[in-house]
Structures are given as C-alpha cells and as structure tokens.
C-alpha cells in the first residue's frame, strides 16, 4: 500500500533551523487533512501541526510561533518549517495523510525523519 516519506531531518543547533517535507510513494486519492507528529524517548507520539486541504492549520501549543506547515495540493506534499529549535524539540518527526475515498477514511503514516538538536 501506498506510504508517505519524509526527508529533511538532521542535526541542528539549538535556534536553528530545520525544513520538513513528507509526500507519498505513490497516488493517494482524496487526501485532505495533512500534518506532522513527532515522538521523543520515553514519550508518547503527539500532534505537532496539521494544515487542510484548504489551507487552515492548527498547532501545539508548544510550537505555535516557531514552526510553520504549509503545502503544495498539486504535489500532494506537506512541509515544517522549524525555527527557532529548542532542545525539547528533539523527536522522531512523522508525516500523516487523511484521505476519503469512496466514502471511507484512510490514513497515511511515513515511517519518520530523526531531528536533533544540539547546544
């Protein structure tokens, strides 16, 4: 089945920043929510942004004014924007896809990028 990937993590100074992009190996149909999810050691995964198909976003609350999702509908790509790195930051970041087909819901998960950040 079709699965997203994502590219653009690495390792980064605290402030710095890092750029996110996540798309799907293959064709998805119907996607419309979009977002990023990010797990830390010993934590349990958590929302970090998520942006529609029509272009509104919602963020933690943690992340609000450093990071910024956007995406391109017509490569059915999602991207993060991190500033500002802090080293609670630190995370397995995952992309995910909603899609409707056919009158059912799927989801699409990417198997994560790795970002550190160093002081």
């Known amino acids: 089945q079709v699965q997203l990937v994502e590219s653009g993590g690495g390792l980064v100074q605290a402030g710095g920043s890092l750029r996110l992009s996540c798309a799907p190996s293959?064709?998805?149909?119907?996607?419309?929510?979009m977002g990023w999810y990010r797990q830390a050691p010993g934590k349990q995964r958590e929302l970090v942004a998520t942006?529609?198909?029509?272009?509104?976003?919602n963020y933690a609350d943690s992340v609000k004014g450093r990071f910024t999702i956007s995406r391109d509908n017509a490569k059915n790509t999602v991207y993060l924007q991190m500033n500002s790195l802090k080293p609670e930051d630190p995370a397995v970041y995952y992309c995910k896809a909603q899609a409707r087909y056919i009158s059912a819901q799927f989801e699409y998960w990417g198997r994560g990028t790795q970002v550190t950040v160093s002081s």
């Open positions: 942006i529609t198909s029509g272009g509104s976003t």
């Open positions: 293959g064709t998805i149909f119907g996607i419309n929510a």
